[in-house]
């Protein structure tokens, strides 16, 4: 079955950094974009960036630009998001996910606070 599972999570001061990672299983990783979403306390699901299939293509909500980045092992089947520069608002569960297979890991706290 599929399997997406994160890891990476934490807390951390503002204008630190973390990197989460995602190992995937169950499904052709390789062949698929992959997403990375985010839900902030009390508030719904947010799009955070999203990668093609070889990593060539990368996309980000305008609120990470320049801070996050998101990159991909298909020789590990792992998804990876670097999270710079973090500030309280990135407070989050953040999920590794394919949104159109309808794919989700079970997500990880990123919690940044001083």
């Known amino acids: 079955q599929v399997q997406l599972v994160e890891s990476g999570g934490g807390l951390v001061q503002p204008g630190g950094s973390l990197r989460l990672s995602c190992a995937a299983s169950g499904f052709s990783f390789s062949d698929n974009w992959m997403d990375w979403v985010r839900q902030a306390p009390g508030k719904g699901l947010e799009w955070v960036s999203d990668?093609?299939?070889?990593?060539?293509?990368?996309y980000y909500i305008d609120s990470v630009k320049g801070r996050f980045t998101i990159s991909r092992d298909n020789a590990k089947n792992t998804l990876y998001l670097q999270m710079n520069s973090l500030r309280p608002e990135d407070t989050a569960v953040y999920y590794c996910?394919?949104?159109?297979?309808?794919?989700w890991g079970q997500g990880t706290q990123i919690t940044v606070s001083s």
């Open positions: 996910a394919n949104v159109g297979l309808s794919y």
């Open positions: 990668i093609n299939t070889d990593g060539s293509g990368k």
